[in-house]
């Protein structure tokens, strides 16, 4: 792969040769550094590297030029290099023009003059921006690839595994991409056995089970010790925060996950109120963060693991996986999470996948280029998903049983939503029959005050409703609520059977369950708060809860 650029436009030759030499020190191993004191001749520097097929990653503009505005000279670069990542150099009076173009520009970034030291002020800021335009940049494409039917819920189950664990992939549509045959000419691969996996180097896999894909593409499989301080189960953001926390403290750590880290956050197109984060991010940035940040802490990561149960021996905890293998640890958190409720129409399993999808927007909006799209509920997660498929789709209809989306969504979103043309609210109204082929064509919809029912053309139903707890599989060992969420700390003081399974001189601390030392965080504990910064604040509480439980053993 050719280095992407990195182009600095600043008039004053002194600012300039500075940031040429700082960003020259840190980066020219891995980019192409380019400086001039003249913003056209940067445009037609960019237009030159468009038309040679070269990519820029980052441009770092002042704001105070003769010829033209920084603001201005970053709007032009975004017409020929929109993926590039924006930075304006400013002094202390410029900040709301630098303020206004985030809105207005999306700016990635302001950096005020002087930004001395660079180790603190300057390469984190850029190392940020770098991993996030690397995270989205999509060269000329030489690794892996998938050939299937973009209709087939086998093509969707491994793009939806490759896209949550963050591994890159050309998706190619065999009936629409004409290189698509080469491939299978080369491999005698039939239609019928399609999906098509090409790896690296000239392998190939035919429709691989996820546990297959992932040992092709390295992701772990199997524990490396023989013994961890803590074992989490559940990827979501409450078990990802528990993993850093627990690893960054010098705790064995080690996490299963059963499919895509993330959780059902991984799957949010976009996440307007996380602190920290004035632009937003998408739940795959933060789900990319939060990984490269516990796996350099030194957590292992295991996936797609199952796990099938977990008993006790001696005080230490045994978890079996589905496979068969097992997990030793003294300590256990589980960080499940909660699950979209299936939604019960007659027929619709048969369009799973094929049509109708529970969350995966992410994955699957660009198959809805130009077409007519449902979306069955009116929480943050239904919203942003209609706020990224509005994108591609020419329409996009959210469906709710209830009057108003006021009371179910956050007031940021219904506005957006509001104020987005192509963007339906189909209020006092739910979906009774689903109906096509061998994919979804049409959906029937009811108004739930007449009776009223109408069928409407849909090329896909993204469900978005309720919320049922990640603990299926849970034996009897855990006690739970009626609805099956965990019980932990001073509720289990509640259950009548206490002192029949509590043997011990202290309370339960604030997560843990019944046994001790197997905690619960985040969604799936009972009367947990929802939403993605409590499960991160959960996920780190619990591991204070571990410690203090390790130092008492």
Known sequence: MKLPFIIIVDDDEQVLRAIQRDISNKYRNQYRISATDSASEAIELIKELKLKNENVALFISDQRMPEMEGVTFLGKTKEIFPEAKLVLLTAYSDTDVAIRAINNLKLDYYLLKPWNPPDEKLYPIVDDLLDDWHAQYKPDYEGLRIIGFQWSPKSHRLKEFLSGNLIPYLWMDVEE?????????????????????????????????????????GLQQTASQKMYDVLIIGGGPAGLAASVYGSCEGLKTILVEKSNPGGQASSSARIENYLGFPKGLSGADLTRRAMAQTLRFGTEILTPKTVKSIHIQDGYKITEMTDGSQVNSRTVIIATGVEYTKLEIPGLEKFTGAGVYYGAASVEAH???????????????????ALHICRFAKEVNIVIRRE???????????????????????????????????????????????????????????????????????????????KGFIITGNELLKEKSFNTFWKLERKPLLPETNVPGIFACGDVRSDALTGISSAVGEGAMAIRFVRKYLEQM
């Open 177 to 217: 991409n004409t290189e698509a045959e080469k491939y299978l000419a080369s491999t005698d691969v039939k239609l019928d056995d399609l999906p098509l996996v090409i790896l690296k180097h000239g392998k190939w896999l035919t429709d691989p089970s996820l546990p297959e894909l992932a040992a092709q593409i």
């Open 367 to 385: 198959a809805c280029k130009d077409e007519i799209v449902y979306i069955v509920g009116g929480g943050n997660s239904a919203c942003q998903a």
């Open 404 to 482: 108003s989306i006021t009371k179910t969504a956050a007031n940021y979103l219904i506005k957006n939503i509001s104020n987005t043309p192509n963007i339906n609210v189909c209020t006092s109204t739910e979906v009774v029959v689903v109906d096509g082929e061998n994919v979804l064509e049409r959906i029937t919809l009811k108004d739930v005050n007449t009776g009223e029912e109408k069928t409407v053309p849909a090329k896909a139903l993204f469900i978005y409703i309720g919320a049922k707890p990640g603990t299926s599989w849970l034996n009897n060992l855990i006690l739970k609520d009626e």
